[in-house]
């Protein structure tokens, strides 16, 4: 005998509570995340990516006892939005810092005006600027970071679960102090190599007194940009350690944002 499936209204939205909430926060972390939120990657494939982990994590986390077509519901939709965007945005904040510090260090040795479209956003980015990108990308999957993001982001449903309380104040007062870590880490990037072509620019200086004929147009873009790029080969390492150590707090910030230990 064939029987038809009767659902209630309230079963329907206990379902959409239990599933509609963690989708929230895992979809919007993923849409601003580093290597998810690439121009590249589309957004059905975040999408679908986003719900393959809410299905996995959605019955691990108990559903708040809240109507999600009520004034409340709408409440816990916006903080659940805003805790996967900060989570994405303390992230994507150390791929923004190196490629300040590349662009900082593109326009001392002249290559301002080297541009390339970054595919990882889109617009036009310093060629210097691009390749730390592309250098701090790739160690960022050699070390695993995009499999450390789900599963601190997934932890969080723990300490910070769904509810009508979000991120309390002490957090965004954190996510706002991690808003410094973008000049701090570019200039860390830029500096050693921005001092080394300021001794550069100075030698010139002084060729300039001691032979006014010289033409340090013609000679001195030339030697700053081979000065520049052997700057750059030489200082790599320093790039990729300043890089892990942003990494491991960036990932201690977002601890701290969801409340884990």
Request: net charge neutral; proline share 6%; hydrophobic share 60%.
């Amino acid at each position: 005998m064939g029987g038809t499936l009767a659902l209630s209204f309230g079963q329907i939205e206990g379902w959409l509570a239990q599933y509609f909430w963690p989708f929230v926060r895992i979809g919007a972390c993923f849409m601003m995340a580093p290597i998810f939120g690439a121009r590249f990657v589309p957004a059905r494939v975040r999408i679908l990516l986003a719900l393959a982990v809410t299905v996995i994590v959605a019955p691990l986390v108990p559903p708040p006892q809240i109507t999600p077509f009520s004034a409340q519901g709408i409440v816990v939709t916006v903080h659940q939005a805003l805790i996967g965007f900060a989570t994405a945005f303390v992230l994507q904040l150390i791929f923004d810092a190196l490629a300040m510090g590349g662009q900082l260090l593109a326009n001392t040795m002249g290559l301002g005006f080297a541009f390339n479209v970054d595919p990882l956003r889109g617009t036009s980015t310093p060629v210097v600027g691009q390749l730390y990108m592309l250098l701090v990308t790739l160690t960022f999957l050699a070390l695993n970071g995009h499999l450390a993001l789900i599963e601190t982001l997934v932890a969080g449903f723990a300490t910070l679960p769904v509810d009508t309380t979000g991120l309390d104040r002490n957090a965004l007062w954190t996510l706002v102090a991690w808003g410094s870590e973008l000049f701090a880490s570019a200039l860390m990037v830029a500096l050693p190599g921005m001092a080394a072509l300021l001794v550069v620019n100075l030698s010139f200086g002084v060729m300039s007194r001691a032979a006014p004929t010289l033409n340090l147009f013609a000679v001195g873009f030339p030697v700053a940009l081979i000065f520049g790029l052997v700057i750059i080969y030489a200082g790599l390492p320093t790039v990729l350690a300043t890089f892990t150590q942003s990494l491991e707090a960036a990932f201690a910030t977002i601890r701290v944002l969801l409340g884990l230990p």
